[in-house]
């Protein structure tokens, strides 16, 4: 089964490494990557995300012979636009995350690094149901896009958001809130010792189960 992998975001690098990401989840589903076809090359505050949810809405007017669609940006922008014009299952990043984290009722937190966009995910984890558990978005310090070109960089001050998480928060579980953050994540998780939830492989097992696949 082939999947569309949606990158709001114009940085078609991004698109290939979460591609990669997805992949590595070991569902056995295929995944093709689209990018952005206008918009910015990292979403970082809301009128970005707003402009994310109309190139994810763009890039849906063919989405081909795909089984599903996954909207690989935390905030899930456009996901809702997806699903009323499409008749395969849409899966939103930041949804399937959050799902994970609070399976079994466990207490969750988000550590990642934009600001901007800590509202938007406030309103999608009330949206998804599970603001009772939710213990709050804890945020790396500095300029997010200097973070993320430093991959040493980014590791540490995620890791520190996410102890804070725990410590703070009482987290029992950690999303990395971002798409292309597998090696920090792996990285945080050697680190805590704390379920730590890498958004786009939950998006892909949750993309298996809802094909039934």
Partial sequence: MTILLL?????????????AIAGRAGTGLVFDGRTAPFGVPMIVEPVALAEG????????MDAGAHEGVIVAAFGDPGIEAARARLAVPVVGIGEASILEAAEGGRRFAIATTTPGLV????GRV????KAAQFAGTFLTEGDPDAIVKDP?????ALGDAAERAIAEGGAEAVIIGGGPLAEAAAAIAARLGTAIIEPLPAAARLMRARLGA
Avoid: F, Q, S
Wanted: contains cysteine; negative net charge.
């Fill in 53 to 60: 949810a109309r190139a994810v809405a763009a890039m849906c």
């Fill in 119 to 122: 509202d938007a995910i406030a």
């Fill in 152 to 156: 040493a960089h980014l590791a540490e």
């Fill in 126 to 129: 009330a949206g998804y149901g």
């Fill in 7 to 19: 990158n709001p975001n114009t940085n078609a690098e991004t698109t290939a490494k979460m591609v």
